[in-house]
């Protein structure tokens, strides 16, 4: 067990990440982060915490879950903080899924902002138009709108 001196009250990690007390809690409950208690049975964190919280609001705000991120914390070393290489492994782990997710918002944005702009006010014209349900073939949802990995068009 390392000593006390050298981990983080809640109210220091709250405020060094800009996470609030409450989620942190939340983290710690989900496995996402973890703490010693003092002997006043006080929160402390490890120093190293606060990459993990960094990590976990970077991959959240790209919309992945908690269960992901989870996944990709459990491969981390839970002795020590993760090195370089760790967080290196990690983010090739996760190259192919947030590329699959940039395509994605591009083709939301590309598309849907077109069609909502273009004003042809016209089912006949608009570039998101499934006639006759033609595009069922690739399977259910919006083709024209999924990443061109998941089968997008």
């Known amino acids: 067990m390392t000593r006390l001196a050298e981990h983080l009250s809640i109210g220091q990690v ?11 809690r939340f983290y710690e409950e989900k496995g996402l982060i973890s703490s010693e208690r003092s002997a006043g049975n006080q929160r402390r964190y490890a120093r190293s915490v606060l990459r993990r919280i960094a990590f976990i609001r970077a991959a959240q705000r790209v919309g992945l879950s908690l ?31 947030l590329d699959a997710r940039i395509d994605a918002l591009q083709r939301l944005r590309d598309r849907l902002t077109g069609c909502v702009g273009c004003g042809c006010l016209s089912l006949r014209s608009c570039a998101l138009y499934n006639n006759d349900d033609e595009l069922a073939r690739f399977g259910p949802g919006a083709s024209k709108l999924r990443p061109a990995v998941e089968g997008g068009i």
């Open 67 to 97: 269960e992901d991120i989870s996944s990709a914390l459990a491969t981390l070393p839970a002795d020590h903080a993760p090195t370089k290489a760790d967080w290196a492994r990690l983010s090739r782990d996760w190259q192919h899924e």
């Open 14 to 24: 709250a405020e060094r990440s800009g996470v609030p007390h409450t989620a942190l």
